[in-house]
């Protein structure tokens, strides 16, 4: 178990966010920006990064570091799928032609197998908060505790033991995560929910998958490369995956394909967000198509559009209030509810913003900083997509 942690300053970002002034607004693809990891390690000689090494909370949510030297700097020619999109059909031929567009999308390019394993991620530490005296402090919350400070916003969980990996090749990063592992029949580690997402933040282009639920181990991930793929693997990748080109996953994934909640907070995050690269998502005959998602553009919410976007669907429903201290219900516990509360000395356990590399020292000082635009933000949100009063809204771009 890690010794607690202690930080005057634990704030978090919204939504990939790194905080003005402490985010990169200088993530440009193939240049200084897209945040690495301090952790992080090459594999073999190729430009491709990896991080597994576990953050302490009084570090920055996010690490920085330069993009691989192997970021792509001339066009690449496109891989041809021709022969894998034969047939659209069947659900093995979708899943073969979607992993080759992606590939091709990716600069020709798909992880090996062993690289991306439940086994190769960071665990995912959920924390339990101590305010008895002027500093917060935090500790690893039980196995199975059912409340925590920062608990999944997509599950519920406070749960120990998910995962979460990062792999950066050239200007493509992917993140897969391994949710809430439990002892099968057989005594081994199984997930139920295990899931990747891959964009070439260079181009904007992004690819899903996720898994049928309850079916993935520690190392028994299949393939996403098809057209490498043996019948068997090809076969195991249709046992694990069904078949999602993101339009299911915009919702929640409604401005960048990323997402960063305090629930990896134990992580060496890699964020690409201040880049505000384009997003689209692959169609299968090769092209791609814009969300139809829209995010805020209005110059009152700018000390939080610096650093990331305000998407339209469940940015605006639900990680807007919650990184701003509201609607902390359980599994929040009680301790962050209470910091919620107005006056509270630990107000910083309840927000998400800004990051400790830009540590606030008051709260009077953050509402300087950032009472505008949380106000106009909570009012535009309340019609999201809608130009209403001084809200302005534009599509998420799908094009640089």
């Given at each position: 178990?890690?010794?607690?942690?202690?930080?005057?300053?634990?704030?978090?970002?919204?939504?990939l966010?790194?905080?003005?002034?402490?985010?990169?607004?200088?993530?440009?693809?193939?240049?200084?920006?897209?945040?690495?990891?301090?952790?992080?390690s090459?594999?073999?000689?190729?430009?491709?990064?990896?991080?597994?090494?576990?953050?302490?909370?009084?570090?920055?949510?996010?690490?920085?570091?330069?993009?691989?030297?192997?970021?792509?700097?001339?066009?690449?020619?496109?891989?041809?799928?021709?022969?894998?999109?034969?047939?659209?059909?069947?659900?093995?031929g979708?899943?073969?032609?979607?992993?080759?567009?992606?590939?091709?999308?990716?600069?020709?390019?798909?992880?090996?197998?062993?690289?991306?394993?439940?086994?190769?991620?960071?665990?995912?530490?959920?924390?339990?908060?101590?305010?008895?005296?002027?500093e917060?402090?935090?500790?690893?919350?039980?196995?199975?505790?059912?409340?925590?400070?920062?608990?999944?916003?997509?599950?519920?969980?406070?749960?120990q033991?998910?995962?979460?990996?990062?792999?950066?090749?050239?200007?493509?990063?992917?993140r897969?995560?391994?949710?809430?592992?439990?002892?099968?029949?057989?005594?081994?580690?199984?997930?139920?929910?295990?899931?990747?997402?891959?964009?070439?933040?260079?181009?904007g282009?992004t690819?899903?998958?996720?898994?049928?639920?309850?079916?993935?181990?520690?190392?028994?991930?299949p393939?996403?490369?098809?057209?490498?793929?043996?019948?068997?693997?090809?076969?195991?990748?249709?046992?694990?995956?069904?078949?999602?080109?993101?339009?299911?996953?915009?919702?929640?994934?409604?401005?960048?394909?990323?997402?960063?909640?305090?629930?990896?907070?134990?992580t060496?995050?890699?964020?690409?967000?201040?880049?505000?690269?384009?997003?689209?998502?692959?169609?299968?005959?090769?092209?791609?198509?814009?969300?139809?998602?829209f995010?805020?553009?209005?110059?009152?919410?700018?000390?939080?559009?610096?650093?990331?976007?305000?998407?339209?669907?469940?940015?605006?429903?639900?990680?807007?209030?919650?990184?701003?201290?509201?609607?902390?219900?359980?599994?929040y516990?009680?301790?962050?509810?209470?910091?919620?509360?107005?006056?509270?000395?630990?107000?910083?356990?309840?927000?998400?913003?800004?990051?400790v590399?830009?540590?606030?020292?008051?709260?009077?000082?953050?509402?300087?900083?950032?009472?505008v635009?949380?106000?106009?933000?909570?009012?535009?949100?309340?019609?999201?997509g809608?130009?209403?009063?001084?809200?302005?809204?534009?599509?998420?771009?799908?094009?640089?």
């Amino acid at each position: 178990m890690q010794p607690p942690v202690r930080t005057a300053g634990l704030a978090l970002t919204l939504a990939l966010a790194v905080a003005l002034p402490g985010c990169r607004s200088d993530a440009a693809p193939g240049g200084d920006g897209t945040e690495g990891t301090a952790g992080g390690s090459s594999v073999g000689e190729s430009a491709t990064t990896t991080t597994s090494s576990s953050s302490g909370l009084g570090a920055d949510a996010s690490s920085s570091a330069d993009w691989d030297e192997g970021s792509t700097t001339e066009p690449l020619i496109p891989i041809d799928c021709t022969e894998s999109c034969i047939d659209v059909a069947s659900n093995a031929g979708i899943a073969l032609c979607y992993s080759c567009r992606c590939k091709a999308a990716f600069d020709n390019w798909l992880p090996g197998p062993d690289e991306v394993q439940c086994s190769e991620a960071t665990p995912i530490i959920s924390y339990h908060a101590d305010l008895s005296g002027p500093e917060i402090v935090l500790a690893p919350s039980l196995p199975d505790a059912t409340d925590c400070a920062n608990p999944s916003l997509l599950t519920g969980s406070c749960r120990q033991g998910s995962k979460l990996g990062q792999l950066q090749h050239g200007d493509v990063m992917l993140r897969w995560i391994c949710r809430d592992p439990y002892l099968d029949l057989n005594g081994e580690v199984l997930y139920e929910d295990m899931g990747l997402v891959g964009q070439n933040v260079r181009t904007g282009v992004t690819c899903f998958w996720d898994d049928i639920d309850d079916v993935t181990h520690d190392d028994d991930m299949p393939p996403l490369d098809l057209m490498e793929a043996s019948d068997q693997e090809r076969a195991r990748h249709q046992e694990v995956f069904y078949f999602t080109d993101g339009d299911s996953c915009k919702e929640c994934h409604d401005h960048d394909p990323f997402i960063y909640t305090p629930y990896l907070q134990s992580t060496d995050w890699i964020t690409v967000a201040a880049a505000k690269s384009p997003y689209s998502l692959v169609n299968l005959n090769g092209t791609g198509r814009a969300t139809g998602n829209f995010h805020l553009v209005s110059p009152q919410a700018n000390a939080c559009l610096a650093c990331h976007r305000i998407g339209s669907q469940n940015t605006c429903e639900s990680f807007v209030r919650d990184s701003l201290g509201l609607n902390k219900d359980a599994p929040y516990e009680q301790q962050v509810r209470d910091a919620a509360q107005p006056g509270s000395p630990h107000w910083k356990l309840a927000y998400w913003m800004p990051t400790v590399a830009a540590p606030v020292a008051d709260f009077a000082t953050w509402v300087g900083l950032f009472g505008v635009a949380r106000d106009h933000i909570l009012a535009c949100c309340a019609a999201p997509g809608r130009d209403i009063g001084d809200c302005l809204w534009e599509p998420v771009p799908a094009e640089g």
